[in-house]
């Protein structure tokens, strides 16, 4: 790796999976972790082994099936059990390397460690020097590093590098730093840590103050050569540092930096939505870089000087992040030869099986609505592609609500395991409410729903309706997510998405501390 190069580390599969409802199955997993791939990232953080078994089928897989083409990481406390866990994990991956944390601030030592700094260090160089017998790519994490004395930070990273560990990450776990105080903790260590050079330092900053992002382009300024982050700032709480954020930050104010990364950025874009569609978190309509609004220009005066130049309130050029506004593309009539050219210049390359699947699916929406546009063709694609192995799936359903009326729907699931078909009715306070009691009970499920969104997929009355829902079960929240020209349909497929995955969730997990 050249010193103009920043190391791209990607936490969203252990560190994105702990936002509350976002865990993901195996097979999800690995759908991410391709992506992640593609787009050019050069760790791979894919889960926390010890976790579950669930968690350390998922890190096996990915090790197993990307440990060639990036550095699969697996993560571990400073125990033994973990570090073997994580180890095995990691067996199939010959570019692989073990994350060894251990907290070392002052309220951390006190109230969850209750250990000395004598035995915080002692732990740090057995633990990294266990994890050396594994891999010699050996990251080590002073966790909640922001809030950790100087003096002992420094001991302990320095203790850590004479361990054997070749990366040190400096966490903001609590997103407590600012960009000149974490600029500082930095400079203080390239200063004053023996054998610095030795090692790659890292940063990992939480967003609860938003300022992830600023914070660790403050430590690329101070030195640090590997960001970790994750797609869309997937995190616990209010999340991590961006990926699309600070890789475009740096190249798009590379004169400044003087760094660069190894991502491709134009599937910034896509690799956004595919995370957001299986992990149901939607991103906000201004979100940076990839938000639906990010390359919109409401404004007169921002319209005239854009048809005059669009460098004029233009910085990046939307091409250079992937990004597909609502354009009008396509209609009733187009052709399937058509289709598939616009469905390359979205950046997507399907196989011919899945694309006369979302061409069937086209041809069935070019008769509901006048005007198809690219927003939708998107759509239908993430319908197609980002399918999950549901058992029970929707066969038909029906509504009949009104003035006067008590709401009320019919509906029927087949069950793909047991290869059946069941059907029940139930009644609510609207069509809606109507149509997941129904689902509940004929499922058996104890659902709850806690959250509930609607937003138009396209322009026009005609719109597709896109509906993300959240519901808890014993608990533990679930995301749905689905598409119709018809909110009720929507509704009702979001619903049962988000129902599935609570009956094939998989054993009580270990929560992960946040590194």
Excluded at 50 to 65: L, M
Excluded at 244 to 260: I, N, S
Excluded at 294 to 312: K, P, V
Excluded at 448 to 472: H, I, M, N, P
């Amino acid at each position: 790796m050249s010193a103009e190069t920043v190391t791209i580390f990607d936490t969203t599969l252990r560190d994105g999976e702990q936002s509350p409802g976002c865990s993901m199955t195996v097979a999800e997993k690995l759908t991410i972790a391709e992506a992640l791939v593609d787009l050019g990232v050069d760790v791979i953080e894919a889960g926390f082994p010890i976790a579950s078994p669930g968690d350390f089928e998922a890190v096996k897989a990915v090790a197993d099936r990307f440990g060639e083409r990036a550095i699969i990481c697996g993560l571990a406390r400073c125990r033994t059990d973990d570090i073997e866990r994580a180890g095995a994990a990691l067996k199939g991956a010959s570019r692989r390397r073990i994350h060894v944390f251990l907290a070392t601030s002052a309220i951390h030592r006190q109230f969850k460690l209750k250990m000395a700094k004598e035995e915080i260090v002692r732990a740090a160089i057995e633990h990294v020097q266990m994890a050396r017998q594994f891999t010699d790519n050996v990251e080590f994490s002073p966790e909640d590093a922001a809030r950790t004395e100087l003096d002992f930070l420094t001991e302990v990273v320095e203790k850590a590098i004479e361990a054997g560990a070749t990366t040190v990450n400096i966490p903001d776990t609590v997103g407590y730093a600012t960009p000149t105080h974490y600029f500082q903790v930095i400079s203080h260590l390239k200063q004053h840590v023996r054998g610095i050079d030795k090692a790659v330092i890292s940063t990992h900053c939480h967003n609860d103050l938003g300022l992830a992002v600023a914070n660790s382009l403050a430590a690329v300024e101070a030195g640090a050569r590997q960001i970790e982050c994750t797609i869309n700032g997937l995190g616990e709480r209010a999340g991590n540092a961006a990926l699309e954020e600070v890789v475009m930050a740096l190249r798009t104010r590379q004169d400044y930096y003087k760094v660069g990364t190894r991502i491709n950025t134009p599937k910034l874009s896509g690799v956004s939505r595919l995370v957001s569609s299986i992990t149901g978190m939607i991103v906000q309509r201004n979100k940076a870089i990839v938000g639906q609004n990010a390359f919109a220009h409401e404004a007169g005066i921002h319209q005239h000087g854009m048809l005059q130049d669009r460098s004029t309130y233009e910085i990046m050029r939307p091409e250079d992040v992937g990004y597909i506004g609502t354009g009008l593309v396509l209609g009733k009539h187009s052709g399937r030869h058509a289709f598939r050219t616009r469905v390359i210049e979205l950046g997507f390359t399907l196989d011919d099986a899945t694309l006369q699947k979302v061409f069937d699916d086209f041809i069935v929406l070019a008769d509901k609505k006048k005007d198809v546009y690219d927003a939708d063709i998107v759509a239908l694609i993430d319908n197609r592609v980002n399918v999950t192995t549901d058992r029970w799936h929707m066969k038909r359903f029906h509504i009949a609500a009104g003035t006067g009326t008590i709401p009320t729907a019919t509906v029927e699931l087949f069950d793909e395991t047991d290869q059946k078909t069941v059907c029940d009715a139930a009644i609510g306070d609207g069509p809606i409410d109507a149509v997941c009691k129904a689902i509940s009970r004929i499922l058996n499920v104890d659902a709850v729903l806690k959250d509930f969104q609607v937003r138009a997929v396209s322009d026009g009355q005609e719109a597709q309706g896109e509906v993300v829902c959240e519901l808890t079960v014993q608990g533990k929240r679930y995301h749905g997510k689905a598409v119709s020209t018809d909110i009720i349909e929507a509704s009702a497929q979001a619903y049962l998405k988000a129902v599935n995955k609570s009956i094939a969730q998989r054993p009580s997990e270990v929560s992960a501390p946040g590194v």
